[in-house]
């Protein structure tokens, strides 16, 4: 019994992870031992978007860029940070902009909180009313104009960084009773629409009341701001960092007739653990989709060919569109060093929508020998094709058509 017990103990043992990590099973005897990744659940991933306010030619599809390249990385939530819509011209066209925004931001495959700022406000505010008719619309539509949430042991504080007076005073009670209740959270992280820490930290009246809170608080971890002109970081004496954001779809700031320094279009993605936290800024388009990415598939190769026959002065390549992919795709015919015995250097060139040569063909032309043919054409899936390579008064020669 004691024996059993042992060996028991000992198998045990060996079978539990060690330090929180993920156990590597094999059926190889002998093998290093490998140390799987952490079954923590502390790990955290989020993505922060930039400014998205100022209305431009391509705007919307910067924004939807974005969108999918999060929609790759997956991480857990997404943050938008600066104005997130254009606001028009009037209250219909910022009510307009605000139901594109929310039907766009719903292809993300996670979580979108917004940050409420002042990128949304505009002089027809003013004149309609003032902040107040701007602030119940942005309630109305997009949220609330400062909220908390607690997420995998971190909490998110979003903030409205236009505030003053009375609403400020508010805002910051709402701030040091969530900061009291999140004592026992791994982190905190904050954002807003300004980073107003920086040049204008000492006159803005946010900033005052807000900046000392924040500093004086012992889980903040990092504070992000979009509505600025470039990437920025800082770290404070406290130990928190400062990132600003510069464009997520809208305008890149210009120094002169440049960008400045830091503008691009990007988002950042924020990875967050006990051991600390990792931020990366990813510019938009540096992400691709490997599912978008084929290799051509090769239909035919022919090289080194040679007609010397007084019957046979065209060359006929039939093709057939595999039905890999249902939508078909883009069928390409490359054509080089193709001539004639006459001495006109060329041969004339058709492609027929069938493999029975009759009507018109799809695309015809003369290829020179000294000038490398590319021909491009939209095809279905299990469309056939006929290629034809032609000479009407000399026999056929070419080195790879």
């Known amino acids: 019994m004691l024996k059993f017990l042992v060996i028991f103990l000992v198998v045990l043992t060996i079978s539990l992870p060690i330090s929180g990590q993920g156990l590597v099973s094999t059926d190889r005897?002998?093998?290093?031992?490998?140390?799987?990744?952490?079954?923590?659940?502390?790990?955290?991933?989020?993505?922060?978007?930039?400014?998205?306010?100022?209305?431009?030619?391509?705007?919307?599809?910067?924004?939807?860029?974005?969108?999918?390249?999060?929609?790759?990385?997956?991480?857990?939530?997404?943050?938008?940070?600066?104005?997130?819509?254009?606001?028009?011209?009037?209250?219909?066209?910022?009510?307009?902009?605000?139901?594109?925004?929310?039907?766009?931001?719903?292809?993300?495959?996670?979580?979108?909180?917004?940050?409420?700022?002042?990128?949304?406000?505009?002089?027809?505010?003013?004149?309609?009313?003032?902040?107040?008719?701007?602030?119940?619309?942005?309630?109305?539509?997009?949220?609330?104009?400062?909220?908390?949430?607690?997420?995998k042991?971190?909490?998110?504080?979003?903030?409205?960084?236009?505030?003053?007076?009375?609403?400020?005073?508010?805002?910051?009670?709402?701030l040091l009773e969530t900061l009291a209740d999140s004592a026992d959270s791994l982190g905190v992280f904050v954002f807003l629409d300004r980073p107003c820490w920086q040049d204008e930290a000492a006159t803005c009246e946010f900033w005052t009341e807000v900046g000392p809170v924040l500093e004086s608080a012992a889980k903040v971890r990092a504070c992000f701001a979009g509505h600025n002109g470039g990437i920025g970081f800082m770290r404070s004496e406290s130990g928190i960092e400062y990132y600003t954001l510069s464009a997520t779809g809208s305008m890149l700031a210009v120094s002169g007739s440049r960008p400045a320094i830091g503008a691009m279009q990007h988002f950042l993605l924020v990875k967050a653990s006990e051991n600390g936290i990792d931020v990366t800024a990813l510019e938009l388009g540096s992400l691709l989709d490997p599912?978008?990415?084929?290799?051509?598939?090769?239909?035919?190769?022919?090289?080194?060919?040679?007609?010397?026959?007084?019957?046979?002065?065209?060359?006929?390549f039939p093709v057939t569109i595999p039905s890999i992919d249902p939508a078909g795709g883009t069928l390409q015919i490359f054509l080089a060093g193709a001539y004639d015995n006459s001495g006109d250097h060329g041969v004339q060139y058709y492609l027929y929508n069938s493999n029975y040569i009759e009507g018109e063909p799809l695309l015809s032309g003369f290829a020179d020998k000294d000038d490398p043919l590319k021909l491009e054409y939209e095809v279905e899936a299990g469309q056939r094709l006929t290629f034809i390579i032609k000479d009407l008064d000399s026999d056929l020669t070419g080195i790879a058509p």
């Open 29 to 151: 005897p002998g093998a290093v031992e490998l140390v799987g990744p952490s079954l923590e659940s502390s790990y955290l991933s989020f993505g922060v978007m930039g400014d998205a306010g100022a209305d431009h030619e391509g705007r919307s599809e910067l924004l939807g860029k974005a969108i999918s390249q999060l929609n790759l990385l997956q991480p857990d939530l997404v943050v938008h940070a600066g104005a997130v819509f254009p606001a028009g011209s009037d209250v219909s066209q910022w009510q307009a902009n605000a139901r594109e925004y929310k039907q766009q931001i719903a292809s993300l495959a996670m979580s979108c909180m917004p940050v409420a700022g002042g990128g949304n406000y505009a002089s027809w505010i003013t004149a309609a009313g003032g902040a107040d008719i701007w602030q119940r619309a942005y309630e109305e539509n997009i949220g609330p104009l400062w909220y908390s949430f607690p997420y």
């Open 153 to 174: 042991k971190y909490c998110f504080i979003m903030l409205y960084s236009q505030s003053t007076g009375e609403l400020l005073l508010s805002q910051k009670q709402f």
């Open 291 to 316: 599912g978008q990415i084929t290799a051509p598939l090769m239909l035919f190769e022919k090289s080194n060919w040679n007609v010397i026959s007084e019957s046979s002065r065209e060359l006929n």
